[in-house]
C-alpha cells in the first residue's frame, strides 16, 4: 500500500509540473505577441502565471527557451504540415492548386502575425535562436520528399534554396503588406500573383 501511495502521488507531482510548464509556455507565447521578445523578463513570465522566478528555472534555463518551446509546440510543427501540404500540391500539377496553397499561407502568417516580432527579434539578439531559426528553415523544403526527388542530384542545393527563397518572400511580404501597411493589395491579389512566380518557380527541369 505504501509503494501505491508514493507511486499515485509521484504522478500528481509530475502532472502538476506538466501543467505549470504548459502554463509558462502559454503565459510567454502571449506575453511574446503583445510586447515582441526583447522587452519580456523572466519575472514578467512568471508573474503573468502566477509562479516564482525559481519556480520558472525549475522548468526553463532562459526566455530563449521558453520561445523556443513555444516555437516547437505551436508554429513549427504547422509550418512544416504547410510544406508537406505544398509537397502534395505540386504533385498535382495544378496552377490552381497552388494558388490555393498560397492563400492558404497567407492565411497562416495572419494566424500567427503577432509572434512574428518577437522571432524577428530573437534571430538578431540571440546567436543560438539564429541557428534554431536557421534549422527550421532548413526543415521545410526537406519534408517535401517528392519535390526534392523530382530534381537531378546535382542540383539538390538549388531546389531547396528555391523553397527557402518562397518561405523567406512570403515573410518579407507579410511583414511589409499585413504589419507595416506599406503594400496596398488584398489577400487574393496577393496570392495570385505570388502563385505566378512561384508556381513556375519550384517546377523540375524538363526531362526529370
Aim: proline residues 4%; hydrophobic residues 45%.
Amino acid at each position: 500500500m505504501p509503494t501505491k501511495s508514493k507511486q499515485a502521488g509521484t504522478s500528481l507531482r509530475d502532472e502538476q509540473k506538466l501543467q505549470t510548464r504548459a502554463k509558462l509556455i502559454e503565459g510567454a507565447k502571449n506575453l511574446f505577441s503583445a510586447q515582441g521578445y526583447a522587452a519580456v523578463r523572466v519575472d514578467d513570465i512568471a508573474a503573468a502565471v502566477g509562479c516564482s522566478r525559481a519556480t520558472f528555472y525549475l522548468h526553463f534555463t532562459s526566455k530563449l527557451e521558453v520561445l523556443r518551446a513555444v516555437a516547437e509546440q505551436s508554429t513549427a510543427p504547422s509550418a512544416l504540415h504547410f510544406y508537406e501540404d505544398l509537397d502534395r500540391v505540386l504533385d498535382t500539377g495544378s496552377r490552381a492548386e497552388f494558388g490555393g496553397w498560397m492563400t492558404r499561407a497567407i492565411g497562416w502568417f495572419q494566424e500567427y502575425k503577432d509572434l512574428l516580432p518577437a522571432w524577428d527579434e530573437a534571430t538578431a539578439l540571440e546567436p543560438e535562436f539564429r541557428e534554431i531559426a536557421r534549422k527550421g528553415i532548413m526543415a521545410l523544403p526537406n519534408a517535401m520528399t517528392s519535390y526534392l526527388a523530382r530534381w537531378p542530384a546535382d542540383r539538390q542545393d538549388e531546389a531547396r534554396l528555391r523553397v527557402e527563397l518562397l518561405v523567406a518572400q512570403l515573410e518579407r511580404f507579410f511583414t511589409r503588406w499585413a504589419m507595416q501597411g506599406v503594400i496596398d493589395v488584398t489577400a487574393d491579389q496577393a496570392a495570385d500573383v505570388l502563385a505566378d512566380i512561384w508556381f513556375p518557380a519550384l517546377q523540375a527541369p524538363p526531362g526529370q
